[in-house]
């Protein structure tokens, strides 16, 4: 059974970092597309930055251009979302997502397979 674990989130200050991790298990997402999506209270759920299954395709959304760097290791079977220069709006529960067999970046949660179960980032002003 494929499982994904978000972790690393927590509470931090306006201009601080966390580093998020997706942790795999049940299946080498070595052939995957790992993709972060975010979602605030009372909004739909957002695409934040994917990466192809080599790390030789990467997208980022607009708002975190220049702050937020993703990249997976795939002897660990894990994929990571280094968050710099944090700001309130980027207060959500992150989640990790794999689009099993395809090298395609996708921003449409609904070609995504399997889900973590979220992890809190908290920015205080």
């Known amino acids: 059974q494929v499982q994904l674990v978000e972790s690393g989130g927590g509470l931090v200050q306006a201009g601080g970092s966390l580093r998020l991790s997706c942790a795999a298990s049940?299946?080498?997402?070595?052939?995957?597309?790992i993709t972060w999506f975010r979602q605030a209270p009372g909004k739909e759920r957002e695409f934040v930055a994917a990466i192809s299954p080599s790390g030789g395709t990467i997208s980022y959304r607009d708002f975190v251009k220049g702050r937020f760097t993703i990249a997976r290791d795939n002897a660990k079977n894990t994929v990571y979302l280094q968050m710099n220069s944090l700001k309130p709006e980027d207060t959500a529960v992150y989640y990790c997502a794999a689009r099993i067999g395809s090298s395609l970046l996708s921003a449409s949660p609904s070609n995504y397979n399997y889900w973590g179960r979220g992890t809190q980032v908290t920015v205080s002003s």
């Open positions: 049940g299946r080498t997402f070595g052939s995957d597309t």
